[in-house]
Structures are given as structure tokens and as C-alpha cells.
């Protein structure tokens, strides 16, 4: 069974930066496209960052340029350094695994409140 914690959360002023960091434990890292997704009050989760097993990333357009999404597979660990945060990024973060093969797997972190306020 595959286990996501999540780390790094916190309250920041606008502009300024955090990074949020997620480690994998129970399974091979290497099998998952690892993700962050947001979820903020009275919204629907929205994917946010992914990064595949060859660390190839994607992001939704509101944090292009801004955030970035990298993995370590010595720790098996993914983080997601965020800068020039803005209110609209307040929102609770959580971490995703999806195994990219058969069986399927799709598994989610606890989630980590980001508040970006002055």
C-alpha cells in the first residue's frame, strides 16, 4: 500500500515562496507519474504540476513560470518549489501517485494548507 507525506506548507506573504515536498513510501517510485493537485475553499480540486518517471513536467497555465516540479528517486521524494505566490494560490495541497501501468493505482497524500496572505 502505497503511502504519500506531504511537508512544507505554511503561510506566506504575496510574492514570496515556499516548497512543498512529498515522499512515496510502500511501492516502486519509478511506476508512478507523481503530481500536486489544489483544492481551495468552495472550489474543486484542480491539478496543479505533474512530473512523469523521466521527470518530464507539466503545469495548469496560473502557475506557469512560477511554480516547478522536480523528483528525487535516491529519496523518493517530489517537490514543488512555488515563487512570486499570489492570494489565488491559498488552497490546500495535496500530493498524487497514478501508476502509469496495469494494475492501476492512484493514491493521495493528506494534503498541506498553503496560505498566501499579508
Known amino acids: 500500500q502505497v503511502e504519500l507525506v506531504e511537508s512544507g506548507g505554511g503561510l506566506v506573504q504575496p510574492g514570496g515562496s515556499l516548497r512543498l515536498s512529498c515522499t512515496f513510501y510502500g511501492s516502486i517510485f519509478s511506476y508512478y507519474v507523481m503530481g500536486w493537485y489544489r483544492q481551495a475553499p468552495g472550489k474543486e480540486r484542480e491539478l496543479v504540476a505533474t512530473?512523469?518517471?523521466?521527470?518530464?513536467?507539466s503545469y495548469v497555465d496560473s502557475v506557469k513560470g512560477r511554480f516547478t516540479i522536480s523528483r528525487d528517486h535516491a529519496k523518493s521524494t517530489i517537490y514543488m518549489e512555488m515563487n512570486s505566490l499570489k492570494p489565488e494560490d491559498t488552497a490546500v495541497y495535496y500530493c498524487n501517485a497514478k501508476k502509469f501501468a496495469p494494475p492501476f493505482e492512484n493514491y493521495w497524500g493528506q494534503g498541506t494548507q498553503v496560505t498566501v496572505s499579508s
Open positions: 512530473i512523469s518517471p523521466g521527470s518530464g513536467a
